[in-house]
């Protein structure tokens, strides 16, 4: 499954990478290597490979949940066509609470008292999600697992999981989906060289070739 959607992603350009021009992370993290999954839903097909990727996830380690929630805005397409798919509801959790009406975090319906299932597209550092699962917890909804299509798998990420007592469950990687732009030659050795420095040093690798 991991190497099946590393390879999807690769297929719709959904994962680039760039080692002249490098992104800025909200983290602050400049990467030479940017991942948009919101290009799935235009790919209905490789679609629904990540999201029956999400389903056995859930079968493999028997995930018991009572609503899908995906993070504004990113998870928001993905968690709702999951939901859809399994007959579950489905809520979206806000960055920020509306100015107006109820202001609440969380659209959808009440989540006090249920077990939430968070999705989402992308993980690096792990700050967003975290602040979801911060939201539901506030609102009374119980957390304990978070599907994401793409982790980093930065280690300050697992460690933030860990501390928050959520289990991630990715999809796929970025060391997979890596290893398969390698072996398809979608980048070059000495590119794959430089993509990998910044793997192992993600927060130095920027001054290092004088990016900042």
């Not at 609440?104 to 700050?127: A, C, P, Q, R, Y």
């Not at 609102?139 to 994401?148: A, F, N, S």
């Not at 989906?177 to 430089?194: N, R």
Request: charged share 25%.
């Amino acid at each position: 499954m991991e190497k099946e959607i590393a390879q999807v992603l690769l297929k719709i350009e959904a994962v680039g990478f760039n080692i002249d021009k490098p992104i800025t992370f909200k983290s602050g993290i400049k990467s030479p290597v940017y991942v948009d999954n919101r290009k799935l839903p235009f790919f209905p097909s490789e679609w629904k490979i990540v999201l029956n990727g999400f389903k056995e996830l859930i079968e493999k380690n028997k995930i018991d949940f009572d609503i899908v929630a995906g993070v504004e805005s990113g998870g928001i397409p993905h968690s709702t066509a999951l939901g859809f798919l399994l007959n579950k509801p489905s809520i979206f959790v806000r960055k920020k609470a509306k100015e107006h009406g109820t202001k609440s975090m969380i659209e959808g319906g009440n989540v006090k008292g249920k077990k939430v299932l968070l999705i989402e597209d992308l993980v690096s550092t792990g700050g967003s999600s975290l602040a979801g699962i911060e939201s539901i917890r506030n609102e009374g909804g119980i957390v304990d697992d978070c599907l994401v299509i793409v982790s980093y798998d930065f280690k300050e990420a697992k460690d933030a999981f860990e501390k928050a007592k959520v289990k991630l469950h990715p999809t796929t990687s970025f060391p997979i989906i890596l290893g398969e732009a390698i072996s398809s030659g979608k980048i070059s050795g000495a590119q794959a060289e430089k993509i990998k420095e910044w793997f192992s040093d993600p927060h130095n690798w920027a001054s290092k070739y004088g990016f900042e």
